[in-house]
C-alpha cells in the first residue's frame, strides 16, 4: 500500500504545475514557521512584563534552542532532503531506512544534550552571554527547555520527513497546535500561577510535548508514506553519513545562528542589559519575517528534489523562478512596513523603557534595508541542500551569522561601539547576497547542460 502511495506522490510532485504544486506545499509551513516565529514571539511579550533582564534572558536563552534546532534541522532536513530524491527515484525501502536513522539519533543527541547542559547550566549560561542580573533569569528558564531537547529536536525531524513526502498540511497541525498552546499557556503559567519566567518555559516544553505527539502519530496511525521502526535504523555509517553531509548546511545555518546570538549578546552586554534586551526582540521580530521566507522554500524543497531525482530538470528550473519571484516581492512588502512601523513593534516588547525602544528601532530598520535582498541567498542554499551538493549549500548556508557575520561583529564595535552592532547583520546580508551569484550562475549552466543533454 505505502509502495502504491509513493508511485501516486511521484507522479503528483512531477506532473503538477509548479506554481500551485509549490503553494500547496508552502501554504501550511509558512502557517508552521509563522505559529512557531508568534509563540516564540509571545515568550518575549509576556516575559518583557517581568522587566529588561528578564526580556535580556530570553535572548540568551534562544542561542541555546537554537542549538537544539540546529541539531534537528540538521538530521531532519538532511533526511527529508534524501527522502524526496530517494521516492524521486521510486526506492521506497531506502526511504524509510533513512527516515528511521534520522529520528533515532536525533532522540539519542536530545538525550546528550539534556545531560550535560543540566550539569553546567550556570557556566553554560554565562558562556552564551548572560550578565549577573540575566543569569537567574536565564538558569530558570533554560532548565526546562533543556529537560525538553529530546523532544525539541526530534519533532524538527518529524516534521522534515513529512514534508519531504509531501505531507505539508500533517506537519502543520502538529506544528501550529503546539504553537497556539504555547501562547495560551504562556500567560496563565507566567501570571496565573505565578511562576514567572520558569512557567514560560514550561509552557513552550508542554506545547512542543503536544506537538511531538501529534505529528509522531501520523506515523504510528499509517497516514504518512514511511513508518518509523528501529528495525529500519541502518547501521552502516555511509547512510548516517550521507545525512549529516546532506544536512551539514542547515546546521551551519542553524549553528552559526546560535554562535552569532551569542556573539551579538556579548557585544551588546557592554552597553547594558537595555542593548541586550533591544536585540533580543529585533531578533524575534525578524525571526517572524523570515519565517515567511522560510516557509515558502521548504514548500519548494520537497518540489526540487523530487523533480531532480525524477530527471525533471527544467521543472527544477521553473521552480527556483517562481520561488526567487515570489520572495522577493514579499520580503520587499515586508522591508517596508517593517521600517515604517518599527517603532511600535518595538514599544510592544518593553516596559516604557526609552533605551531599549531606541536602540530596537534603529537596529530594526537597518535590517530592513536589507531584507529584501535575502531571498537569494536562503533559495540558494536550500537549493543545493535539495539535489545533494552540500558543499556548496554548507557554504553559503555559512555565509550570513558566520563567515560574514562573525567577523564583523568583531570588528566593526571596536570602530562603532553599539552602531556597529546594530549594523553587523545587514552588512552581512548584502554581503552574502553578493556571494551567490557565481554558485547559481555555474549550478544553471549545468542544468542546461542536462536539459541539452536529454534533448539529444
Known amino acids: 500500500m505505502s509502495r502504491e502511495a509513493t508511485l501516486t506522490q511521484v507522479e503528483k510532485m512531477t506532473t503538477q504545475p509548479i506554481p500551485r ?30 522587566g529588561t533582564s528578564a526580556t535580556g534572558a530570553v535572548g540568551i536563552v534562544f542561542s541555546l534552542m537554537a542549538l537544539i534546532q540546529a541539531v ?29 536513522t534520522g529520528f533515532f539519533a536525533v532522540i539519542a543527541f536530545g538525550l546528550a544534550l539534556t545531560v550535560f547542559g543540566l550539569l553546567f547550566i550556570d557556566p553554560l549560561m554565562a558562556l552564551l552571554g548572560a550578565t549577573p542580573t540575566i543569569l537567574p533569569y536565564a538558569r530558570d528558564y ?62 513552550t516544553i508542554l506545547s512542543q510535548i503536544v506537538s511531538f505527539l501529534i505529528l509522531l502519530s501520523c506515523f504510528l496511525m499509517h497516514k504518512s508514506l514511511l513508518h518509523l521502526s528501529f528495525r529500519n535504523i541502518s547501521w552502516k555509517l555511509q547512510d548516517l553519513t550521507a545525512i549529516l553531509k546532506t544536512g551539514l548546511p542547515s546546521f551551519f545555518r542553524q549553528g552559526l545562528a546560535s554562535i552569532a546570538t551569542v556573539m551579538l549578546n556579548v557585544n551588546a552586554a557592554v552597553y547594558g542589559d537595555a542593548a541586550v534586551a ?11 519575517i523570515l519565517s515567511v521566507l522560510i516557509g515558502f522554500g521548504q514548500g519548494y524543497q ?67 534595508l536589507a531584507l529584501f535582498i535575502q531571498p537569494l541567498g536562503v533559495i540558494s542554499n536550500m537549493t543545493f541542500q535539495s539535489i545533494g551538493k552540500p558543499a556548496e549549500a554548507t557554504f553559503l ?18 570602530f562603532w561601539q553599539l552602531r556597529g552592532v546594530q549594523l553587523t547583520q545587514p552588512l552581512a546580508d548584502v554581503l552574502t547576497f553578493i ?22
Not at 532536513?77 to 521506497?92: D, T, V
Not at 533591544?278 to 517572524?288: E, Y
Not at 557565481?438 to 534533448?455: G, H, M, T, V, Y
Open 72 to 100: 534537528g534541522f540538521t538530521l531532519g532536513i538532511g533526511s527529508g532532503s534524501l527522502i524526496s530524491r530517494l521516492l524521486g527515484a521510486r526506492k521506497h525501502d531506502e526511504a524509510e531506512k533513512i527516515a528511521s
Open 397 to 414: 548556508s555559512a555565509c550570513r551569522q558566520g563567515v560574514f557575520f562573525l567577523p564583523l561583529i568583531w570588528i566593526l564595535p571596536q
Open 435 to 456: 556571494v551567490c551569484f557565481p554558485f547559481l550562475i555555474r549550478f544553471f549552466k549545468e542544468l542546461n547542460q542536462k536539459i541539452q543533454a536529454q534533448k539529444a
Open 302 to 368: 520537497p518540489v526540487v528534489g523530487f523533480n531532480y531525482g525524477a530527471g525533471c530538470y527544467q521543472r527544477v528550473k521553473q521552480s527556483f523562478t517562481f520561488t526567487a519571484v515570489v520572495s522577493f516581492v514579499m520580503m520587499g512588502l515586508l522591508a517596508v512596513a517593517g521600517f515604517l512601523f518599527a517603532p511600535q513593534v518595538i514599544q510592544l516588547f518593553t516596559k516604557a523603557d526609552t533605551q531599549v525602544l531606541e536602540i530596537g528601532t534603529y537596529a530594526m530598520r537597518a535590517q530592513c
Open 142 to 203: 533554560a532548565q526546562y527547555i533543556l529537560l525538553g531537547a529530546a523532544v525539541m529536536s526530534s519533532s524538527f525531524v518529524l516534521n522534515n520527513v513529512l514534508r519531504s513526502e509531501g505531507k505539508a498540511t500533517l506537519a502543520m497541525i502538529g506544528i501550529t497546535t503546539g504553537g497556539l498552546l504555547n501562547i495560551v499557556l504562556d500567560p496563565l503559567f507566567i501570571f496565573g500561577f505565578d511562576l514567572g519566567i520558569a512557567g514560560a518555559a514550561i509552557a
Open 278 to 288: 533591544a536585540m533580543s526582540v529585533v531578533g524575534k521580530v525578524f525571526m517572524l
Open 21 to 50: 504544486l509549490i503553494t500547496m506545499l508552502a501554504v501550511p509551513t509558512i502557517i508552521s514557521m509563522l505559529i512557531t516565529s508568534i509563540y516564540n514571539m509571545a515568550d518575549t511579550f509576556f516575559v518583557s512584563q517581568l
